[in-house]
T-cell receptor, first 116, second 112 residues
Framework: EPEVTQTPSHQVTQMGQEVILRCVPISNHLYFYWYRQILGQKVEFLVSFYNNEISEKSEIFDDQFSVERPDGSNFTLKIRSTKLEDSAMYFC??????????????FGDGTRLSIL | DQQVKQNSPSLSVQEGRISILNCDYTNSMFDYFLWYKKYPAEGPTFLISISSIKDKNEDGRFTVFLNKSAKHLSLHIVPSQPGDSAVYFCAAINTNAGKSTFGDGTTLTVKP
């Protein structure tokens, strides 16, 4: 069964450094998402992406964050100048079409980002 | 404002018995609801969903019930198995907006 893959599984970065988290969504999916989960807290929506542009973003997704689909397969999340509070699990998800009854989001296994 | 709430952070059930996980929401614009299961070090895995036009959806051992007037949904697992032990997240969607809003999760432990 096709799956969403994320790399790396664990990223350790110094505060203030830029980090890029990578995702390969399921190949025929059209909608892409990033979520994060701070340790012990709920899964929080960051951003959704469709047709090469952001369709929705949360308050968390400020100017330090950006997303890109540089080619036909990768979907990346960049944090320009990391802060300690960016430490979290970051989940990528993809979905075939517009949210509907039979098309749930499929999640990757996440990248654990640790900011030192 | 927490739009999706799972008030029980944990639930412990004996193998073979029924597990009932609950979820409440406040936004009446939500029209599609999902349950995800999450193991440690893995991403959420879709389990079962229900549209707001239904009040019940069943898939094998898993049944989701939706009470729109109470803005409440529940996931029933019967019979529960030790492999069901995981964190269960309820998620709600306004299909016009698209994003999923998650509850805090409930950790289910099924004891042999």
């Amino acid at each position: 069964e096709p799956e969403v893959t994320q790399t790396p599984s664990h990223q350790v970065t110094q505060m203030g450094q830029e980090v890029i988290l990578r995702c390969v969504p399921i190949s025929n999916h059209l909608y892409f998402y990033w979520y994060r989960q701070i340790l012990g807290q709920k899964v929080e929506f960051l951003v959704s992406f469709y047709n090469n542009e952001i369709s929705e973003k949360s308050e968390i997704f400020d100017d330090q964050f950006s997303v890109e689909r540089p080619d036909g397969s990768n979907f990346t999340l960049k944090i320009r100048s990391t802060k300690l509070e960016d430490s979290a699990m970051y989940f990528c998800a993809s979905r075939l079409g517009r949210e509907s009854r039979d098309q749930p989001q499929h999640f990757g296994d996440g990248t654990r980002l640790s900011i030192l | 404002d927490q739009q999706v709430k799972q008030n029980s952070p944990s639930l412990s059930v004996q193998e073979g018995r029924i597990s009932i996980l609950n979820c409440d929401y406040t936004n009446s614009m939500f029209d599609y609801f999902l349950w995800y299961k999450k193991y440690p070090a893995e991403g959420p895995t879709f389990l079962i969903s229900i549209s707001s036009i239904k009040d019940k959806n069943e898939d094998g051992r898993f049944t989701v019930f939706l009470n729109k007037s109470a803005k409440h949904l529940s996931l029933h697992i019967v019979p529960s198995q030790p492999g069901d032990s995981a964190v269960y997240f309820c998620a709600a969607i306004n299909t016009n907006a698209g994003k999923s809003t998650f509850g805090d999760g409930t950790t289910l432990t099924v004891k042999p």
